[in-house]
């Protein structure tokens, strides 16, 4: 690796940043803005990290990464131009901190997008005392909150962001989403359809399904999406992306199937849309996560779902995430139709 040969072999010792900073500032900068830097790393070897802050485009450099300080949100290695700069990408289900939804649009907002943050607070049952670690009380508290904490990790990085407290099972207030959309940005470029809920009661069972839990799930997981979905064809502009997010076990999904049958429906409705969006030039694809730590995996549960997963851990809201950002980028223009597991190897 070039910038390596610099400091002489990768096993020497290195200077301290700021003495290799002045040296290798233009090399660095010319690496990352061509998006020629390799991300090359290991413990034990000679490592340099290219760091691009947000506001000043800055290229910072360290000669170690264990002697980085900075928060991970800042950790980005530069690989890829997204082509996101700008763009508006719109997130539902984003109120859950450890979520899926809030770590993808801070995702966006890294990559310079500006990003709608859509939830609609879920209560159930929870013990406060419990939410300070990983399981069903931590999720449900976060499910039941509001995106504060999102905006906060959003305000740091100066980012462009819009919340929305909304229910998108009703055509009304998804219109409702849009027109504040147009309003604030005057396009929407990127439709994340995240949001979901399903039975916590033990309902979800051929024995012990109601109507009232076959109404609901399919009123979120499906009609809202397909509602968003339309309403995004509607406002499209010169660019235009839809990911949707369903479930690995979609196909088989005993003690839940309902919801299994929910994200089976907007699996097929992916293909179905991709279909008939294509002549707009608009993609729609589908990620369909494995199990995923947002927050509901306590240490029992993940001793039981970690020898199901071939690659040993699971899943992390990142992992995701960084699907997402590469289905809405303009790399994946001729990728559309597709659903795409990141499982680690679960449910194949």
């Known amino acids: 690796m070039f910038v390596l040969s610099l400091f002489g072999s990768a096993s020497g010792c290195c200077a301290p940043a700021s003495f290799c900073l ?17 991300n090359y790393f290991d413990d034990n070897l000679f490592t340099i990290w290219v760091l691009r802050t947000f506001q000043e485009k800055q290229i910072l450099l360290a000669c170690s990464k264990k002697s980085l300080s900075l928060p991970y949100e800042q950790k980005r290695i530069i690989m890829i131009n997204y082509g996101l700069k700008d763009r508006v990408a719109l997130i539902t289900g984003a109120n859950n901190p450890q979520g899926i939804g809030a770590t993808t649009a801070l995702a966006f907002a890294r990559e310079g997008a500006k990003v709608v943050l859509v939830y609609k607070k ?29 905006v906060e990790k959003l305000q740091a990085m100066h ?3 819009l919340v929305l407290e909304i229910d998108i099972s009703s055509e009304e207030s998804v219109r ?16 994340v359809n995240n949001a979901a809920v399903d039975d916590e009661n033990g309902l979800d069972t051929i024995e012990q399904i109601t109507p009232s839990v076959i109404d609901d799930t399919f009123a979120v997981n499906v009609r809202g999406s397909i509602l968003m979905m339309r309403e995004m064809i509607r ?12 479930t690995d076990a979609s196909q088989i999904f005993a003690g839940q199937i309902t919801y299994g049958a929910s994200k089976a429906t907007l699996e097929a409705l992916t293909r179905s849309i991709a279909l008939e969006v294509a002549k707009y030039g608009i993609t729609v694809n589908c990620v369909a996560p494995g199990p ?6 306590d240490e029992d549960l993940e001793k039981a ?3 199901l997963i071939p690659m040993g851990q699971l899943i992390q809201p990142d992992d995701i995430a960084d699907t997402i950002l590469f289905l809405a980028s303009e790399r994946a223009r001729m990728l559309t139709g597709q659903v795409i597991k990141v499982s680690g190897g679960h449910a194949l």
């Open 176 to 191: 409702a989403i849009y027109s504040a959309v147009m309003e604030r940005y005057g396009r929407i470029d990127i439709l």
């Open 235 to 246: 406002h499209r502009g010169d660019y235009g992306r839809i990911i949707n997010l369903s």
């Open 22 to 38: 002045p040296s290798l500032y233009k090399y660095t900068k010319y690496f990352a803005e061509n998006q020629v830097f390799s």
């Open 305 to 307: 779902v970690l020898p």
């Open 159 to 161: 980012a462009d962001y």
């Open 122 to 150: 879920v209560f159930r049952p929870f013990d406060p005392a419990k939410a300070d670690r990983n399981g069903v009380d931590r999720y449900y508290q976060s499910n039941a909150g509001d995106a504060g904490a999102v």
């Open 292 to 297: 995923t730590q947002t927050g509901w995996i």
